[in-house]
């Protein structure tokens, strides 16, 4: 590929190859083929897709991460499977790509640089699994970047901290005991303890200062005989909280009230809490030199979003203890993250690398 405009032709070639979590293949294989070609070290085949970059000056200093996601989401049209990148995860790689190799080209002075080529993170196993497999004990801060849509930051504009919140599910299996619709005393009707449970989740309370949300998504009751009092009824809630002391104690009293309000009527709960993801906790300095970075790009830096929305790029904080911060690029993205018709400006691309490209070279430049 040639260098001009390298960044949009890297993203025309990903945005042919969508490919869900865990199935990157060709997108990975093309990436880890373009890493090779700048010189890099290559480490392939983490998680079966991931790939990891590293190039090192043998000078001391810091060892910096940059991390791309890139997944695509599944959707069914007409019966009819369709992969598509609908969250911009083809721009992350293309924008992350594209600063490896001004970085292979210019050199760094210190430390080590590392790129990151993440699977899964719309199905959340990316960033954890990653973490957890020792490719990057190593490294010391990582940044992150996406694409924000209009109503968060516009084509010119971005954030150095892209706050997102803590999200989580709970599945509840609420058991009581089946009986005859005619001889509802020899029974416990599972559906009335789980709307008991329903009315007590809507009725927790946790400092309302930090936003959350605790909702049930899912109520399904085993059966479909009318006249059979069921035994089993099942619950699946939608978790969110801005902060992780928050979603602990939202868990922690959500847990409390489900099985305290069944048990009332002689039913059993079991609930399962499921890994969920944490809230964004940045680093003070790597956000300092990330709000450097997008104003010399682009002159002016917007503060940090808040935003409800999760990311499993947080788990590198949460597992590694490193330091972090994650930019929030606008390009004019209508109508939104994960619409079939989502579109952006690729002129964001152009923003993203050079401000990817200013934070190496002012932690290994």
């Known amino acids: 590929m040639q260098k001009k405009n390298y960044v949009e032709q890297v993203y025309n070639h990903l945005h042919l190859i969508p490919e869900t979590g865990f199935k990157e293949f060709e997108t990975s294989k093309f990436i880890a083929e373009e890493l090779k070609k700048c010189g890099y070290d290559v480490l ?88 957890k497999s020792g490719v990057i004990d190593d490294v010391e801060e990582i940044i992150g970047i996406h694409l924000r849509p209009i109503q968060e930051a516009k084509l010119g504009e971005a954030t150095p901290a892209l706050c997102h919140g803590a999200s989580n599910s709970i599945e509840v299996t609420v058991r009581g005991l089946a009986s005859h619709g005619a001889r509802p005393h020899l029974g416990i009707n599972a559906i009335d303890a789980a709307v008991l449970a ?3 989740i809507n009725s927790v309370k946790v400092d309302p200062r930090v936003p959350h949300s605790a909702k049930v998504t899912q109520f399904n009751s085993a059966g479909k005989t009318h006249n059979v009092i069921p035994d089993r009824v099942t619950l699946v809630l939608d978790l969110r909280a801005q902060t992780n002391e928050v979603m602990s104690v939202l868990i922690e009293r959500l847990v409390e009230a489900i099985t ?39 002159g002016s830096t917007l503060a940090p979003i808040v935003t409800p929305g999760g990311e499993d790029f947080h788990y ?8 972090t911060a994650y930019v929030g690029l606008g390009a004019d993205l209508i109508p939104g993250l994960h619409n079939p018709d989502m579109k952006f400006d690729t002129k964001a691309l152009e923003h993203g690398t050079e401000i990817l490209k200013k934070i190496v070279y002012k932690r290994l430049g």
């Open 44 to 131: 392939e085949g983490i998680l079966g897709t991931g790939v990891i970059a590293t190039m090192s000056s043998e000078v001391n200093g810091p060892i910096l991460a940059i991390r791309a996601d890139m997944d695509a989401l599944e959707y069914e049209f007409e019966g009819k499977t369709v992969n598509l990148h609908t969250c911009g995860h083809d721009a992350n790689s293309s924008m992350v790509l594209a600063t490896a190799k001004e970085v292979a080209e210019v050199g760094i002075q210190k430390g080590k640089a590392v790129f990151i080529f993440q699977p899964a993170e719309e199905i959340l196993g990316g960033a954890d699994g990653i973490s």
């Open 198 to 200: 329903v009315s007590a």
């Open 260 to 298: 305290s309000s069944v048990k009332s009527i002689g039913a059993t709960a079991e609930i399962v809490v499921g890994p969920g993801v944490p809230a964004a906790e940045y680093d003070d300095e790597m956000v300092h030199i990330t709000k450097e970075a997008i104003t010399e790009v682009l």
């Open 316 to 323: 590198y904080a949460k597992n590694l203890s490193v330091k």
